[in-house]
Each structure stands twice: as structure tokens, then as C-alpha cells.
């Protein structure tokens, strides 16, 4: 050890007050979720859990609660399609421009969120709404889909390059066309990776909110009914508890993606997979 | 390995196993079968926006229905370079990247520094999903804590308050310190990868030589770790330069973010045309950044 002792008691001290940081606010909005008073000041006077079921029932946030699960589940599957074919393409195959392809599909969550929302908006305005694509459940999920394809493709990829392609080689000698390999070979070996990936990319869909305010157009999901409603004093209590339960609808998919791919994602090469997963997870 | 099932083959004529047989024989046209669904849709749908956004920023505007009428003109960059206005936003944006990313970069450190050297591996494999995890709660939600934590009467100027302490409801500061808590997780994993591939023969031998610890750090750790810091300073700082939530809900100051977002409505090619500074910084910060060796360590 190289380190002095003193150096490593401060180095946890250092590290604890972080995590601390990094926690302080989540438990913040964990409290203010049952918060009586409709005012947001601090210290709470009196807890209750009432606003748990004026959220429940409240119309708008049902509607946009659905939407948003809709529009995750729409761009999850058109992800999860073309994510695994270009991975399958890029882990099996060697041709001309094979980098290009992991950069482009990165660019959609590399650039500023801004960027990608202003060039859709830019898009379904001036190319799809002459053509009768009008802002729709379908211009959101177009949306998400473009920057979920890399969840998809990351976790195949990785998955794909390490058990190597010499099953399909055997699987087709012994008589198997390519349907019944895929069918019983490659989808076998790739399916908790691909469920896995399913997972992060219904988190990353579900809680997106910098790209979809530009390609809902009227439409709200759920992310966007909580800004649309940050302004309305009123609201704030209900906002709080939606906000809570989107903490809850975003992590748990994750945790669980997490045990399926065997901590793959961020224990197994704790280096890079865990920059990947951050990589993934940019809003 | 599971037994595969006996499915009986097709008979050979059959069309399905013909196009099997003929894909097998042409390994250029199976991938061009696999990837025309996905290049498609990212060139046609994602490319062909970034393009149509780059000739927005070339059209005009009718002055009276701010109508966007298809004329090329340079117009709308001139007016980015030379009203003070898009200058100053543009500047206040940059500056504070650069204050958000040090900031990151001094708390992200000791954290990545335990994880990788100090912590037992079970508590690193614990640490590392402790980081992870807030990453994936909902950006907009952490944002919206922001804003109630540094209203007036928030829980900040609470635990300021014994201090004679006190921020205002809307401040730079408060911008800052926000966007530092959001983006940290960012930072703290390239940093802790940058560290864990230290060999740890290299302190020791800096150690035996008669390094000190603070000199060794400052001379074999840290150059070392410097790509990695380099690394996640790419995502703090894009970040910061393209949001427009967290200032909308936490600061009275423009950002370029917020001018593209209230623009897109009114002046769309004047948003796409300022949205071509973002882009324009990344590509020449993401140029620099590979001559340090940044990419090495993502």
C-alpha cells in the first residue's frame, strides 16, 4: 500500500461526503413526496400520504403515464430489431466503414440532447407532416427509438464478440438453414443480453424528456407533464409523488437488467462497462 | 449446452431453404441484409435531420408572420457573430462548462481514488453501483429537487441559514452547483477506470526510487490519469453546453440552450444556426481531447 494511513482515512472521508452529495437530493424528493402543505418550504410541517392518491387518480397524469409506457414500449422493439442486426452485422462480419457504425450509432446520445430534438423537430415539420406524419405517439417513438438503438447494440455487441461465432459455423455444417440457427443458436445465446438491453432502453425511453418536449409536439408523456407542470404551485404536491415514482420507474429496470446480465453491466469489466452504461444513460 | 431440437430440415427445393442456401453462399448480401434496416434508419432518420437542420440554418424569415421561407442567406450567422446578445449567451454558456467540468473534476477524485485504490473489492463493486444507480434516476426529477432544494424558503438556505448564509431563489450559483451534482457520476467512472489501470508496479517502483506519497501522486499518478479526467470532462462539458431544462427552471440568465429552446417556435433558422455553436465547440473540444488521448480511456 502506498498510501499513508492519513491519506486513506481522508481519501473516505472525501469519497463519503460525495456519495453523500450524490444521495442528499434523492431523499430530499423522497420526503417532499409526503408533504401535506402545499407550499415546498423546508422543514416539513406535517407528513401525509394523501397525494399518493389524488395522483392515482388524477386524469392527465393516467394519459401521460400511459403514453409514456406506450411510447417506451414502441421504441424499445424497433431498438431492440435494428440494435441486434447492426451488432450481429459489426460482430460477425468484416467490411469497409465498420467504425463508422458504432460512431453513428453513438451520435444520436453524444450530441447535445438539443441538437437531436431540434433536427427531428426540424424534420417532422418541413419532411413528415407534408407527407400526413403529423406530431404523434409515432413521431416520439421515432425519437426515442434513434437513441435507444445504442443500448441494444452495445450489450449485443459485447455479448456476440464473446462467444464468438463458431456455433453458427457448426450449427449450419450440420444441416440448419439460417431461420433454424438463429432460431435455435445465436437468439438462445444472445437472449439475456437482449432482455437486459430491452430493460435499459425502456428506462432510458421512459424518463426522456430533452429530445421528446420537440417531437411530441401537443402530447404529454410523463416526463413532460411533470415540466409542464414544475410552474403551477397546485400541482407540486402531485408532482412530487410522480416524481418519486419516476425515480422508482427508471432505476428498478435497471437493477434488474443489472442481475440479468450477471453484473455484466457494471461489476464484470468494471472499466469499461461501466463507462459504457454512462455513456448509455446520458439524458 | 442444451440439446437442439430435432426439427426436421426443410426439403431441399423448398424456396426458405433456397434463399438460405443462396444467402449462406454470399456472405455480402446476408450483410447487407443485416444492416440495411439499421443504417437506414440511423442516415435516412438521424443524419438526414442533422443535415436538414444545417440548410435550416440557412433559410429566412418573412419579418411580419416570422413565416420560414426556403431563400439562402447567411443572414442568420451574421446576426449570431455580431448581435452582442447570442455573443454573451454563447460565452456565459462556455464559461460555465469549464467551471462545472473543474468542479467535477476536484469532486469526482477522491471518490474514484478510494474506489480504485483503497476499497476492498466487494465494497468496490458496491460503491460502483452506488455511483451508477442515481445516473439512471430520472434527470428531470433531479433537476426539479434542484429547484425546490434552492427556492427561498428550500432546504439550502435552511442549512445555510446558522451561517448567516443565504442564496437567492435564481443564481449562477445555484446553476453551478446543479449542474455539478448532475453530471458527476460522469466524471467519477472514467476517473476510476484511469486509475484501476495503473499497474501498481509503477507506484512501487516511484515508492522504492524515493518518491514521497504526495510526489508520486503528483508526478506518476497523476499524468497517468490525466486522459481520463480529459475523458470525462467530454461529457460535462457537452452536457452543460446543450441543456436547457436546468436553466429554465434554476437561472434568470439565457444560455444557448434556453435561446434554441424559446427560439425553435418564433425563428427556427436562427435556433438551428445558433445550434450549430455547440456543435462547432465539441467538434473542437473532441479534437483536442484525442490529441491528449482521451479516447484511449472511454
Redesign the interface.
Known amino acids: 500500500m502506498?498510501?499513508?494511513r492519513l491519506?486513506?482515512v481522508?481519501?473516505?472521508l472525501?469519497?463519503g461526503?460525495?456519495?453523500a452529495?450524490?444521495?442528499f437530493?434523492?431523499f430530499?424528493?423522497a420526503i417532499?413526496a409526503f408533504n401535506e402543505n402545499i407550499?415546498?418550504?423546508?422543514?416539513i410541517e406535517h407528513y401525509t400520504t394523501k397525494w399518493f392518491g389524488v395522483a392515482w387518480r388524477d386524469e392527465n397524469v393516467r394519459d401521460a403515464l400511459l403514453l409514456s409506457v406506450k411510447a417506451a414500449l414502441g421504441a424499445t422493439a424497433?431498438a431492440l430489431?435494428?440494435?441486434t442486426?447492426?451488432a450481429?452485422?459489426v460482430s460477425r462480419?468484416r467490411?469497409f466503414g465498420k467504425e463508422t457504425?458504432s460512431f453513428?450509432?453513438i451520435?444520436?446520445i453524444?450530441?447535445?440532447?438539443?441538437?437531436?430534438g431540434?433536427?427531428?423537430?426540424?424534420?417532422i415539420?418541413?419532411?413528415l407532416d407534408p407527407i400526413g406524419i403529423s406530431f404523434s405517439i409515432w413521431t416520439i417513438i421515432?425519437g426515442h427509438?434513434?437513441f435507444c438503438?445504442v443500448v441494444v447494440?452495445n450489450n449485443a455487441v459485447a455479448r456476440s464478440r464473446r462467444i464468438g461465432g463458431s456455433l453458427q459455423e457448426a450449427?449450419?455444417d450440420l444441416?440448419?438453414?439460417?431461420?433454424?440457427t438463429f432460431r435455435?443458436?445465436t437468439f438462445?445465446q444472445l437472449r439475456t443480453a437482449l432482455l437486459a438491453a430491452a430493460l435499459l432502453a425502456f428506462?432510458l425511453s421512459f424518463?426522456e424528456?430533452?429530445v421528446t418536449i420537440?417531437t411530441s409536439g401537443a402530447q404529454q408523456t410523463l416526463?413532460i407533464w411533470?415540466?409542464t407542470n414544475?410552474g403551477r404551485p397546485r400541482e407540486l404536491p402531485i408532482?412530487n409523488v410522480v416524481?418519486?415514482f419516476?425515480?422508482f420507474a427508471?432505476?428498478i429496470p435497471?437493477?434488474i437488467a443489472?442481475r440479468i446480465a450477471g453484473?455484466g453491466l457494471?461489476?464484470e469489466r468494471?472499466?469499461?462497462g461501466?463507462?459504457a452504461?454512462?455513456?448509455d444513460?446520458?439524458? | 449446452m442444451?440439446s437442439?431440437?430435432q426439427?426436421e430440415?426443410?426439403p431441399r427445393g423448398s424456396p426458405?431453404?433456397r434463399?438460405?442456401?443462396f444467402?449462406?453462399r454470399h456472405?455480402r448480401i446476408?450483410?447487407g441484409g443485416?444492416?440495411a434496416?439499421?443504417?437506414g434508419?440511423?442516415?435516412v432518420?438521424?443524419?438526414?435531420?442533422?443535415f436538414?437542420?444545417l440548410l435550416?440554418s440557412l433559410w429566412d424569415t418573412e419579418p411580419f408572420t416570422s413565416e420560414v421561407v426556403h431563400n439562402w442567406t447567411l443572414d442568420n450567422f451574421k446576426r449570431i457573430f455580431e448581435e452582442p446578445v447570442y455573443r454573451d449567451v454563447a460565452w456565459r454558456t462556455v464559461s460555465m462548462a469549464v467551471y462545472v467540468t473543474i468542479a467535477d473534476a476536484v469532486?469526482?477524485f477522491?471518490?474514484a481514488?478510494?474506489?480504485a485504490?483503497?476499497a476492498s473489492p466487494r465494497t468496490?463493486?458496491i460503491?460502483?453501483?452506488?455511483?451508477?444507480?442515481?445516473?439512471?434516476?430520472?434527470?428531470?426529477?433531479?433537476a426539479?429537487?434542484?429547484?425546490?432544494?434552492l427556492?427561498e424558503?428550500?432546504?439550502i438556505n435552511?442549512l445555510l441559514a446558522p451561517f448567516g448564509l443565504e442564496l437567492q431563489g435564481k443564481s449562477s450559483l445555484g446553476l453551478w452547483l446543479s449542474f455539478t451534482?448532475l453530471w458527476?457520476?460522469?466524471m467519477?467512472?472514467?476517473i476510476?477506470?484511469g486509475l484501476?489501470?495503473i499497474p501498481h508496479s509503477l507506484?512501487?517502483a516511484?515508492?522504492d526510487l524515493g518518491g514521497r506519497?504526495l510526489r508520486?501522486f503528483l508526478r506518476v499518478t497523476l499524468p497517468l490519469v490525466f486522459p481520463a479526467v480529459v475523458?470525462g470532462s467530454i461529457?460535462t462539458f457537452?452536457?452543460t453546453?446543450?441543456?436547457?431544462?436546468l436553466p429554465t427552471?434554476i437561472a434568470d440568465e439565457q444560455f444557448i440552450?434556453t435561446v434554441?429552446?424559446t427560439d425553435?417556435g418564433s425563428n427556427?433558422p436562427v435556433?438551428?444556426a445558433f445550434?450549430m455553436v455547440?456543435?462547432a465547440v465539441?467538434t473542437l473540444y473532441l479534437f483536442v481531447a484525442k490529441r491528449l488521448g482521451a479516447f484511449e480511456s472511454?
Open positions: 502506498v498510501e499513508s491519506t486513506r481522508l481519501l473516505r472525501g469519497a461526503a460525495t456519495l452529495f450524490i444521495y437530493p434523492l430530499v424528493i417532499y407550499s415546498q418550504t423546508w422543514p424497433i430489431v435494428l440494435g442486426l447492426a450481429l452485422a462480419y467490411f457504425i453513428l450509432v451520435l444520436p453524444a450530441l447535445p440532447g438539443i441538437i437531436t431540434l433536427a427531428l423537430q426540424a424534420t415539420l418541413n419532411v421515432i427509438a434513434t438503438i447494440y450449427s449450419m444441416g440448419a438453414d439460417a431461420w433454424q435455435f443458436v438462445p428506462a424518463d424528456v430533452v420537440f416526463p411533470i415540466f414544475f408532482v416524481a418519486l419516476v425515480i427508471s432505476i435497471v437493477w443489472q453484473g457494471a461489476t468494471p472499466g469499461k461501466a463507462v452504461a454512462a455513456i444513460a446520458e439524458p | 442444451t437442439v431440437p426439427a430440415p426443410p426458405g431453404r434463399l438460405s442456401t444467402l449462406f456472405d446476408r450483410l443485416l444492416l434496416g439499421p443504417l434508419w440511423l442516415v432518420i438521424y443524419l438526414g435531420s442533422l436538414l437542420l435550416a469532486l469526482a477522491p471518490v481514488y478510494y474506489m485504490r483503497v468496490r463493486n460503491l460502483v453501483v452506488a455511483v451508477l444507480t442515481p445516473l439512471w434516476a430520472s434527470y428531470l426529477v433531479k426539479y429537487v434542484w429547484r425546490t432544494m427556492g424558503e428550500g432546504i435552511w451534482y458527476l457520476p460522469f467519477i467512472l472514467p476510476y477506470a484501476e489501470r507506484l512501487e516511484s515508492a506519497s508520486t475523458a461529457f457537452s452536457l453546453l446543450g441543456d436547457y431544462i427552471l440552450g434554441i429552446y425553435r427556427l435556433a438551428a445550434a455547440p456543435i465539441m472511454l
